[in-house]
């Protein structure tokens, strides 16, 4: 078979009913997505998944939801104000602006770690490699420099004054601050982490791999707060749960994931890998673990004033405790999910059929109910009716049977109801298996059992 494009994905994305381009009637806006019906509910079966993985099944984890809006000292303490930014070139030709790292990454088709080289290596390597313009084909660049991706807007305060107040462009600063409120309310003890699923934002210049790099995406993360001398014991736990949940629990293949430890570390921090997935477009970052020291407590005791130490209650001791950091964006996981499930089959009729092999409890639809003829339809409404309580089910009588099973498989329904002139005699409905196509009949008032069992496999 032929390999997955980025472009079959959007296609299919789009024609489907999982994700559609931002704005769209008015001409598009640049870099946002809206998740369609099909999309929201895979996407929040992944947040879920994550959910259930990191935070209900840890009894040490405890979860938060943090402003958007924050003082923006906070955003002075983690130094975000003052030195982040990416480094960006702009075409003197079609000025269309590009990031540099990326510009290196995509000419050597990842071969090349730029996040560890300097800019002025950046510029030494773009120049001696005649790296073009990606927009217009020229070879005209400007110098790096960096821009600072914050959204800024403002608060109206008294008369004309008004307060600067970023968009957070992380999550994790609402978990750092918020640790004493929680070590204290949920009486915590060390090590114990805070978990969070949120809405960030980052004014990013370069529009990236349909829903890869976007302005406003949603990360999964949570910070361990550690011991330093356990620090790197948890380090090593969180890479092999990471691992664990996007290969055994979302399904993705192991053979298109790997760890990458990061060529240039933070100045405060003791370690830091990716685990990366091969996308159409390459070997990508997916997720990050990080093992922070105890560089963001400390900086928010320095800022706020407040003191952010833990006392042991067995020893009495008092410390900062490290962070060790483990962060997914819900969006490329989303995007990854639906690249590594999407299938092209040829049947042993010498028919193909294009099926979205996802794990059960993440479709959108988990049944849908077929009416064998239209004439059957009281009796299938009223098994969908009662499945709708239990599940997201779907009801669909347009066209051949045949027809109805191939666009569910190909949207990841992993089981079709069929209402037959037989139900109307035994109760009983004939149910499909969307990746064996395998039929049985059951009862239906086994029905909702029955569904229950085969997603908890």
Wanted: charged share 30%.
């Amino acid at each position: 078979m032929e390999e997955l494009t980025m472009q079959q994905i959007v296609a299919f994305c789009k024609s489907r009913g999982f994700v559609f381009p931002g704005s769209e009637i008015y001409g598009g806006f640049a870099n946002t997505w809206d998740f369609g019906p099909l999309g929201v509910e895979l996407k929040n079966n992944i947040k879920k998944a994550w959910w259930k993985t990191f935070v209900q099944e840890d009894a040490n984890t405890y979860g938060v939801d943090a402003a958007i809006l924050m003082n923006p000292r906070v955003w002075e303490a983690s130094g975000h104000v003052q030195s982040f930014g990416d480094p960006k070139m702009d075409c003197k030709v079609c000025k269309q602006r590009f990031r540099a790292d990326t510009l290196v990454e995509n000419h050597s088709k990842n071969t090349v770690s730029a996040e560890a080289m300097t800019n002025e290596e950046l510029e030494k390597y773009i120049e001696d490699h005649n790296i073009k313009c990606p927009n217009c084909g020229n070879k005209d660049w400007t110098q790096i420099r960096k821009f600072n991706p914050m959204f800024i807007t403002s608060r109206q305060m008294v008369g004309d004054e008004k307060d600067v107040v970023y968009l957070r462009p992380e999550t994790c600063q609402g978990e750092y601050i918020n640790f004493q409120n929680i070590q204290r309310t949920m009486r915590a003890k060390v090590p114990f982490a805070i978990a969070q699923i949120g809405k960030s934002f980052r004014n990013e210049i370069t529009p990236g791999n349909f829903l890869f790099r976007t302005v406003e995406f949603e990360q999964m993360e949570l910070q361990n707060f550690c011991k330093a001398e356990n620090s790197m014991e948890t380090y090593d736990s969180y890479k092999q749960k990471a691992l664990s949940f996007v290969k055994d629990v979302i399904g993705l293949d192991e053979t298109k994931l790997r760890f990458h430890d990061h060529d240039k570390l933070a100045h405060y921090a003791k370690a830091a890998c990716d685990i990366q997935y091969n996308f159409p477009m390459g070997w990508q970052e997916l997720n990050g673990i990080h093992n922070r020291g105890e560089w963001d407590l400390s900086r928010h005791q320095e800022f706020s004033g407040k003191t952010m130490l833990y006392t042991d209650p067995f020893t009495n001791e008092k410390f900062l405790p490290n962070v060790v950091e483990y962060s997914i964006g819900a969006d490329r996981l989303f995007l990854a999910t639906l690249c590594n499930a999407y299938k092209t089959e040829k049947l042993d009729n010498d028919e193909t059929r294009v099926v979205l092999k996802l794990k059960p409890y993440l479709a959108p639809f988990k049944v849908a109910v077929l009416p064998l003829q239209k004439n059957l339809g009281e009796k299938a409404s009223e098994v969908y009716n009662s499945l709708i309580k239990h599940f997201m089910a779907d009801y669909d009588e347009a066209g051949s049977i045949g027809k109805r099973y191939r666009r569910h498989d190909e949207i990841g329904t992993p089981f079709c109801v069929t209402v037959d002139f037989d139900t109307l005699e035994d109760n009983s409905v004939t149910i499909r298996d969307r990746d064996t196509m395998k039929q049985e009949r059951v009862k239906i008032a086994e029905l909702v059992n029955y569904i229950t069992k085969k997603l908890e496999a």
